[in-house]
């Protein structure tokens, strides 16, 4: 029988959880580009770790907001946003590429994540400025529809560390029972999510930020395995 394969991924480089600890576990890492979080320096160290680790590399673009480390919308000028992930993108692939890897596809963080799910100018931003890069992101949104009719490879995500609407998206995190935190559920959670042919998820993301966020990832990767799937970076 032939092994469904799954990439486990996350949020790097941001200056607020074990870096190190969660390459041990994942297999794709979003690094951040500097405008919500992280510095040359620290991309460099996540670069270079992922590449001895054979992690996969993506570019966690952003808004440029370090003071609400990028979760407030912002109402940003197509062609400045444009400009500001191409720069994200720019400044990653030439460390990344210093570090013997490249950067493998393109996912934005926060709330620009959530604005490309329905803002058709920013999604549009969003993937001139980031070049032929495959697209990591929310099924259903705007962002992977535009991608796809671009011609552009497409990487539907699931969070097993998230609330769902009923639509699809993701519960506000400032409503109750928004974030899980229990590794027992978060791994129950995350077999579900790959096991599901509506869409087909390429990748789970475990975020970072979350206390207990390493212990959830080693959670997720054993129950992920024992259900028969196969981990393989994007």
Avoid at 15 to 34: H, K, P, W
Avoid at 93 to 100: E, H, T
Avoid at 127 to 133: F, V
Wanted: aromatic content about 4%; charged content about 20%.
């Amino acid at each position: 029988m032939e092994i469904r394969l799954v990439d486990l991924n996350a949020d790097l480089g941001e200056e607020v959880t074990d870096d190190a600890a969660l390459l041990a576990v994942v297999t794709s890492a979003n690094v951040a580009c500097g405008y919500h979080a992280g510095t040359p320096a620290i991309m460099r160290a996540v670069c270079e770790e992922a590449a001895g680790l054979g992690v996969s590399i993506g570019a966690q673009v952003s808004y440029a907001d370090r003071e609400n480390f990028g979760r407030v919308e912002l109402d940003v000028a197509a062609a400045v946003l444009r400009e500001q992930v191409a720069d994200q993108v720019g400044t990653l692939s030439d460390i990344a590429v210093s570090c013997g890897v490249t950067v493998r596809y393109v996912k934005p963080h926060g709330a620009l994540y959530h604005r490309v799910v329905h803002d058709e100018e920013q999604a549009a931003a969003v993937l001139e400025g980031s070049g032929e890069l495959p697209v990591l992101g929310l099924p259903g949104g705007l962002l992977l529809a535009l991608a796809a009719g671009a011609g552009r490879a497409v990487l539907h995500e699931g969070f097993p560390d998230r609330a769902y609407l009923e639509d699809g998206r993701l519960v506000p995190r400032t409503e109750p029972g928004a974030v899980l935190t229990d590794a027992a559920t978060i791994a129950a959670r995350a077999v579900e999510l790959a096991s599901q042919e509506t869409p087909e998820l390429h990748s789970l993301c475990v975020h970072g930020d979350t206390p207990g966020a390493v212990a959830h990832a080693h959670a997720v990767r054993r129950s992920l395995e024992a259900a028969g799937f196969g981990l393989r970076g994007l």
